[in-house]
């Protein structure tokens, strides 16, 4: 069980190493996913018990997982992919403007 | 009761059914944005004048205490949805002359705007709360590119790296804090937070101190706000520097303050990482403003400085403190506002962005000049004006609390802010050779900043009015025990110092 948060750490700072250390905007978005991700699994990792099912309150059941971390996993799923798409769609207007896709040589503003 | 969720749900309804009303009844469109902008504002208002007395709140869907999502508002966040709701809607005015093309996306998307700053200032939710944190976030980003211009993709872009980052950390503190306690609920985090071991509670306070920080530009976080300050449109760039950015710094408030009592920040040295950063953050944004050529660059470097004097009053954790950073979020907004709007009548009708080619600019367009002129000695601060009354406030906050570098900080900063204000005011006013025939500028689009800097007067001269009722706000920001008591639905408040 401990070894899922390992996952996670690993996950996590993969993510922040790629945004980090990389000037391509396609790998500086999947960096951002990666993180995303990461929380994602983190979110369902606490809440997950063996055998658990979902509370429901007419059904029969002895062990419950707990709702609320799977319902803010479902939500940050939701905003990673509009944020997601939204830093695509500024990519592709960025490539025509500038015909690169390097960060570094994205530089008009400055100061 | 109801007044509180309506404030969040008309402006998003109206977002959404303004796709309709634009296809089929484009008539009644400006009635219809401008409605909506004065259906908010008043709510807000009857919505401040219900918990100016007894705070409130609010179950979503009628479940029980702690079981739902509930909205809770207390003094401060009823100032701030009046302050929201006013600047919106003189924003809204001021968009209606100044926004020619796509108005469908824009109204849409500035409706989505307000609803998520009125939702992140009324909600008693810290999950809901970061879903309003991503909304207005993510509105940001779209806004800020609005122009479709390269130099906005590219300060919209990097606004965004940085804005998803920080929304993965709060993300994070969110889930930690969840983990250790079992609940959303921030009055009920009031007591459960109490459990957290302080090892864990120190992780979560970095978390959000970068995770918030980064949005309302606390240096070094600072870099993406004068790119997109600058070159967003207009009224969103008075909008994203008089009120986003001070919604995110409540936001900040809010969570630390239930998760820590004041003791545990002064003994975590909190009061020094606050009050330092916000000089770094003063000195920073007055320099690097004195160095600008481009006039929405400058003035948004000065809200960056304008940010630092706010940390310096917050971070004194007293109420006086407190009270004198209300009242300059309030005067900065306000000023701000009149500033960028008239900046981008500046910029609309001579289509030059530079200060220097701005010369003489006073001939041809008077009454925005002569608004500008007024706005930037105001926030400056000038004895006559607004903002002297909230610097000089945070000024004797600092001193009494034995801070003497911040509060000398705040006169030198002003006087920094007065050297290149005066620089762009000498140049307006100066003569040029050539002859120069005045600009016509429609009425309507003078009306919204002549409107919003009258109310500098009341401002200026019946500040006890205002203060007394920010006066009520520490009682529940400090005395987080208070805050907790909304939920019992108590009558009787802890005094801040019983």
Redesign the interface.
């Known amino acids: 069980m401990q070894f899922i948060y390992l996952v996670v750490i690993i996950l996590f700072c993969l993510g ?1 190493y790629t ?1 980090l250390m990389n000037t391509n ?1 396609i790998k ?1 978005i999947i960096g ?1 996913n990666i ?2 991700s990461s ?1 994602v699994l ?2 369902v990792a ?1 809440s997950y018990k063996p055998a658990g099912t979902a509370p429901i309150i007419d059904k029969p059941y002895s062990v419950i997982v707990d709702p ?2 799977q319902a ?1 996993a479902l ?2 799923i939701v ?1 990673g992919a ?2 997601t798409a ?2 695509l769609l ?2 592709i ?2 490539h025509r ?2 015909n690169t896709l390097d960060i570094s040589e ?4 400055r ?1 | 009761m109801i007044t509180a969720i309506s404030l969040v749900v008309v402006p998003l309804l109206a977002g959404f059914s303004f796709l309709f009303i634009d296809k089929y009844l484009a008539k009644f469109r400006k009635l219809f944005i401008l409605g909506t902008g004065l259906i908010t504002l008043l709510l807000s208002i009857n919505l401040l004048i219900q918990v100016s007395n007894h705070p409130l709140i609010y179950n979503l869907g009628n479940w029980k205490e702690g079981i739902g999502i509930s909205l809770i508002i207390d003094p401060l966040g009823g100032i701030l949805a009046v302050l929201i709701a006013f600047i919106s809607f003189i924003i809204i005015a001021y968009s209606l002359s100044y926004i020619k093309n796509h108005q469908l996306k824009y109204y849409t998307l500035l409706f989505l705007l307000i609803a998520g700053m009125l939702g992140m200032v009324l909600t008693g939710d810290l999950f809901n709360l970061y879903v309003f944190f991503e909304i207005t976030s993510i509105i940001s980003y779209v806004l800020v590119a609005f122009n479709k211009e390269d130099i906005s993709f590219e300060a919209s872009f990097k606004y965004m790296i940085i804005g998803s980052i920080s929304g993965i950390l709060i993300l994070l503190a969110i889930i930690l804090i969840y983990q250790s306690t079992g609940t959303l609920n921030l009055a009920q985090l009031v007591i459960a937070a109490r459990n957290i071991p302080i090892q864990l509670k120190k992780v979560i306070a970095v978390l959000i101190l970068i995770g918030f920080g980064a949005k309302f530009a606390v240096v070094p976080l600072h870099t993406w706000l004068p790119d997109a300050h600058s070159t967003a449109p207009s009224p969103i760039s008075a909008l994203l520097s008089g009120v986003v950015i001070k919604v995110f710094l409540y936001a900040l408030l809010r969570v630390l303050f239930i998760l820590f009592r004041i003791e545990e920040l002064l003994a975590l040295d909190f009061n020094n990482l606050f009050v330092y950063s916000g000089v770094i953050t003063l000195f920073t944004g007055h320099l690097l403003a004195y160095r600008q050529d481009k006039l929405k660059r400058l003035l948004a470097y000065s809200s960056i400085a304008q940010i630092g004097y706010i940390l310096i009053g917050v971070g004194l954790f007293n109420a006086a403190g407190l009270e004198g950073a209300i009242y300059h979020v309030i005067n900065h907004a306000v000023v701000k506002g009149v500033l960028f709007m008239t900046a981008g009548i500046f910029i609309l009708k001579s289509k030059k962005k530079n200060i220097a080619d701005l010369k003489g600019i006073a001939y041809q367009l008077p009454l925005s000049s002569f608004i500008f002129t007024i706005s930037a000695l105001n926030i400056v601060g000038l004895p006559p004006f607004n903002s002297f009354i909230s610097k000089w406030l945070l000024l004797h906050a600092a001193l009494k609390a034995d801070f003497i570098i911040p509060a000398s900080s705040i006169l030198i900063g002003s006087l920094i802010s007065l050297s290149y204000y005066l620089r762009i005011i000498t140049l307006l006013y100066s003569k040029v050779k050539e002859e120069l025939t005045s600009i016509k500028v429609p009425y309507q689009l003078q009306l919204a900043p002549l409107l919003l800097s009258l109310f500098y007067l009341p401002l200026a001269l019946f500040p006890n009015f205002l203060l007394l009722l920010i006066k009520k706000a520490p009682l529940f920001l400090l005395k987080t025990i208070n805050y907790y008591n909304i939920l019992l639905g108590g009558e009787e408040w802890i005094g801040l110092f019983g």
């Open positions: 922040l945004i905007l500086i951002i993180m995303d929380l983190l979110l606490l609320i971390p803010l939500t940050a905003i509009s944020i939204l830093m500024l990519t207007k960025l403007n500038y994205i530089r008009r503003l100061g």
